[in-house]
């Protein structure tokens, strides 16, 4: 059973691999347009915004649902860079404090964790990811928290089975991530801030 192959994974895989190619060919067709002396609007303005932002997710996404080989490390440039783009002129910041290069398999559930937070941070907020004694610690802070207690539920006792839609996908697929792993994930619940660790 452990031998079979990660269909969901690599359909993300396969769909960003395909998607970020054509986003990118339109950004560098952008370019070309504003050096050739094309109009510099608010139009080509939120063109260029539109490009940058999918261009992030896409990014984000295939770590998030894509292949997490158990060897691939992911540098902390390239994750505060992805991080950096994915949340510019948001309401939500994200800290990566880790230092060194890490398992790309746990920066997958990290990223999958953060899409956690992000829905029950739905006015804004901030969120601090780090590592200590071996243990990836990621907290999410806000003045106002929307926590829907049987999506939580889900990453804690894998017999819980709420009703899932699209937007959170990401619940029931970071809870198949750390069993896969092995690994055990806490989670604390207040008021105005959730508190991860794995």
């Not at 260029?48 to 998030?64: K, L, M, P, Y």
Request: aromatic share 6%; glycine share 10%; net charge negative.
């Amino acid at each position: 059973m452990s031998d079979k192959p990660d269909l969901a994974a690599l359909l993300g895989s396969r769909i960003c691999h395909d998607l970020i190619s054509p986003i990118g060919a339109i950004g560098n067709g952008l370019e070309l347009l504003l050096m050739e002396g094309g109009t510099s609007g608010p139009e080509m303005a939120l063109i260029a915004e539109s490009v940058g932002n999918a261009s992030a997710r896409i990014r984000f996404f295939r770590i998030a649902f894509g292949i997490a080989p158990a060897d691939a490390r992911l540098g902390r440039p390239e994750v505060q860079s992805i991080l950096g783009d994915l949340t510019r002129g948001g309401r939500l910041s994200i800290d990566w404090q880790t230092a060194e290069d890490m398992p790309r398999g746990d920066v997958k559930i990290v990223f999958l964790l953060i899409q956690c937070l992000e829905s029950a941070m739905a006015y804004g907020g901030k969120v601090s990811v780090s590592v200590s004694d071996g243990r990836w610690i990621i907290s999410g802070k806000a003045d106002k928290l929307k926590i829907n207690a049987a999506l939580w539920e889900v990453l804690v006792n894998p017999a819980a089975s709420p009703d899932i839609t699209p937007a959170q996908v990401q619940f029931p697929l970071v809870a198949e991530e750390i069993a896969r792993l092995h690994h055990r994930l806490t989670a604390e619940l207040a008021e105005t801030e959730i508190r991860l660790s794995f």
